[in-house]
């Protein structure tokens, strides 16, 4: 058994949760959930990160306090991973007590080290990304991720001497092939590093939502400072849980927060002589009907909805069966529902139904027991578990799913041909038990497959074949009609 520690990114909850990041917390519970299964000792960590103007600003609008909006955003968030099943071990919050208290340890500790500095910073300011951004970098004078108008500020601040860890974490990215995955984002960050670093500023004196800096009360420690140390809070640095997960196996992210990831969190732990972690996988983006995700253009999905309209399992598979992991995908619900029909309702629900109906028709229910001699599927069921593991290892889900699909189809076909009514006709018993085994021992291997992305299909599933008297039960998954307008 190996410890094995993933984190998802920590969602800003400055707005309900979207099918993006519904997204990266199914693919981080798949993995998860794939490591349990093979008995790793598994911390699956998620989370908000509630502090910076942003939230500071909603709330106002709202006429509420800070903490009372993000008590209740992050209450979405945590209502629908429950309704997800998403299996994570701990949500931190940022606001919390023993996160805060941490930040400030740390900070205090690079500060004492030499590498925080105070200074004056002149600049332009997204409050949407919570950064600072040079002339060079804008698109027509915008924020080139939001497209907005930057605030230009003035303000005394804490800057930390992060150009000092430039080279050592070039060196770092460049000796270590899946520091940085997939090769598209690792090359992305080899060339920003090269460009040059700058060193970051780390603290705020415009407004006040956010954690103290520990020698100097005017000022609040930066958004991202704040939020990167969830991944060693969330443990309890530097306590036990820390020693036992610490480094991360992985960490999840979108593609739009490479750099904090992959160059401003291995600085500060190296300011603070912490190990760097194992891997950073960035994912794709998710775009609904090839249009980017915009609250105020319409292009949205409810996932709640989703959810009560198809169930958790159909919404967990297609997000993962449809997009290859690193990169962009897109969402519709015409194509959602395909995929539900064809692979769900007909490949998968129709095998385990029309299996379980054997049994019970030609079996009264008692699976039968035989050795299986057939040499083409007993190749093909010893090998199969390997064949999954081996894609997934490599995060191929859309590979590994494809592979279970494969099996699927084999033993769908092998019922249409093999015309089990004609063995009962000429009273060949033996072949009938042979076959039914073989069947029996595809559904238990596909099942155990599933469990990472289907987790309540997988258990129904287990549950009915391990009955003492099997019936066919309900199908798993109803067809649903395709509305005229969803094609
Ligand atoms: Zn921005």
Excluded at 397 to 402: I, T
């Amino acid at each position: 058994m190996s410890k094995f520690y993933i984190t998802t990114a920590i969602d800003y909850p400055s707005a309900p949760p979207h099918i993006g990041h519904v997204y990266e917390k199914v693919c981080a519970d798949v993995i998860a959930r794939w490591h349990r299964n093979a008995g790793d000792d598994v911390f699956f960590s998620t989370g908000t990160d509630e502090h910076g103007l942003k939230i500071q600003r909603y709330a106002s609008k709202l006429k509420q306090e800070p903490q009372e909006f993000v008590d209740k955003m992050s209450g979405e968030f945590i209502g629908l991973w429950e309704k997800l099943n998403i299996s994570y071990d701990s949500f931190i919050r940022t606001t919390q007590d023993g996160h805060m208290e941490i930040v400030r340890d740390i900070f205090k500790k690079i500060y004492d080290k030499g590498d925080i500095y105070k200074d004056w910073y002149e600049g332009l300011y997204c409050v949407d990304c919570e950064a600072f951004y040079a002339e060079k970098d804008l698109k027509d004078s915008l924020c080139p991720v939001h497209n907005k108008k930057l605030e230009e500020i003035k303000e005394e601040s804490y800057f930390f001497n992060m150009s000092k860890y430039q080279e050592k974490i070039l060196e770092h990215i460049l000796d270590n092939k899946d520091f940085v995955r997939p090769e598209t984002r690792r090359n992305e960050i080899i060339n920003r590093i090269k460009e040059g670093v700058r060193n970051l500023s780390v603290s705020r004196s415009s407004f006040n939502w956010g954690i103290r800096l520990p020698m100097d009360e005017k000022h609040i420690i930066f958004v991202w400072f704040d939020a990167l140390i969830n991944y060693i809070s969330v443990l309890g640095y530097p306590q036990e849980r820390f020693k036992r997960y610490w480094p991360a196996d992985i960490h999840l992210i979108g593609k739009d927060i490479l750099w904090f990831h992959a160059m401003v969190w291995p600085a500060i732990l190296l300011a603070a002589d912490i190990e760097l972690p194992k891997s950073i996988f960035v994912h794709g983006f998710i775009n609904i009907k090839g249009e980017k995700i915009s609250k105020s253009k319409g292009v949205t999905v409810d996932p709640l909805e989703l959810i009560n309209k198809y169930g958790a399992d159909a919404l967990r598979y297609f997000l993962l069966r449809e997009i290859r992991f690193g990169e962009d995908g897109d969402f519709s619900e015409g194509a959602f529902i395909k995929r539900l029909n064809s692979d769900l309702a007909n490949d998968l629900g129709n095998f385990v139904y029309r299996t379980l109906t054997m049994i019970e028709k030609y079996f009264n229910g008692h699976i039968p027991a035989a050795v299986i001699a057939d040499g083409r599927w007993k190749q093909k069921l010893d090998k199969f578990s390997d064949e999954v593991n081996l894609h997934m290892s490599n995060l191929d889900f859309n590979l590994a799913l494809d592979k279970i699909w494969e099996l699927i189809n084999m033993a769908n076909k092998y019922i249409e041909d093999t015309k089990p009514w004609n063995l009962v006709k000429k009273e060949n018993i033996d072949a009938l038990q042979q076959f039914i085994c073989i069947l029996v021992d595809a559904i238990r291997k596909i099942s155990h497959a599933i469990s990472p992305f289907m987790p309540q299909t997988a258990k129904s599933i287990l549950e009915q074949i391990g009955k003492d008297v099997i019936r066919k039960g309900k199908p798993l998954f109803p067809r649903i009609d395709i509305l005229k307008s969803e094609n």
